[in-house]
Each structure stands twice: as structure tokens, then as C-alpha cells.
């Protein structure tokens, strides 16, 4: 499974972003598939998930009524619809994808198979 994340860039405080992911190869393996983020000097954090068949979705506190993710399995995309964003919101974003089929492993990125190239978002004030 290949991945290939876009759609990143600089962004005022308050402002929105679309983030794509092109998903490719043996995705009858896929059950999940989420967004991670990791800003310079912090630990990697779990941004969203959303089951690759069924739909079902899964957000971080900080990123709850603000980020969608959503997923087309007819275009094998993932996005993520960022509203409202923060100075904090500041990172580089990786797409994943999981053949874990227990939601509850989402949250962990070590829970997670394939990884794209990270997409730089940052918002400035």
C-alpha cells in the first residue's frame, strides 16, 4: 500500500485546509486509515481516523468540531478538512493506514502498516 499526502501550506489563525491523501495497492488489507501530526521537538499525535469500509470516524479532543476526515473508495482518497485552526495546529500531517481491524488500536500510530510523506501545515497568527 502506497500513500501519497498533499494539500499543505500556510494558513492565517482562524483559517481552513484541505488535506489529501492518494491511497494505492493491496487495499483489501486496509481496515483503518488516520492523520498524525508531529510539530519540531513534540511527540507524534493522533489527529483522526475513519474505518476504510464502514466509515465510522474517531477525533483527538484538540481537533473535535474543527477537523473531518472523510474517505472516497471509489477515488482511494483520504482527507482531512481542517477549519478554524490554531498556531498549535502547526505540524507536519502523515497519512496511515492500518490492517488492525479493532478501532481501538486507531488512536496509536505503532498500530499503523503504511505511512505516506508528511504534508507541512503551519498557521500563522
Known amino acids: 500500500v502506497q500513500l501519497q499526502a498533499c494539500g499543505g501550506g500556510l494558513v492565517q489563525t482562524g483559517g481552513s485546509l484541505r488535506l489529501s491523501c492518494a491511497v494505492s495497492?493491496?487495499?483489501?488489507?486496509?481496515?483503518?486509515m488516520g492523520w498524525f501530526r508531529q510539530a519540531p521537538g513534540k511527540a507524534r499525535e493522533f489527529v483522526a481516523a475513519i474505518a476504510w469500509s464502514g466509515g465510522n470516524t474517531y477525533y483527538a479532543d484538540s481537533v473535535k468540531g474543527r477537523f473531518t476526515i472523510s474517505r472516497d473508495n471509489a477515488k482511494n482518497t483520504l482527507s482531512l478538512q481542517m477549519t478554524s485552526l490554531k498556531r498549535e495546529d502547526t505540524a507536519s500531517y502523515y497519512c496511515?493506514?492500518?490492517?488492525?481491524?479493532?478501532?481501538?488500536?486507531?488512536?496509536?500510530?505503532?498500530?499503523?502498516?503504511?505511512w505516506g510523506q508528511g504534508t507541512q501545515v503551519t498557521v500563522s497568527s
Open positions: 496511515l493506514a492500518s490492517k488492525q481491524r479493532y478501532s481501538g488500536t486507531v488512536y496509536y500510530s505503532s498500530a499503523y502498516d503504511y
Open positions: 495497492g493491496r487495499l483489501s488489507s486496509i481496515y483503518h
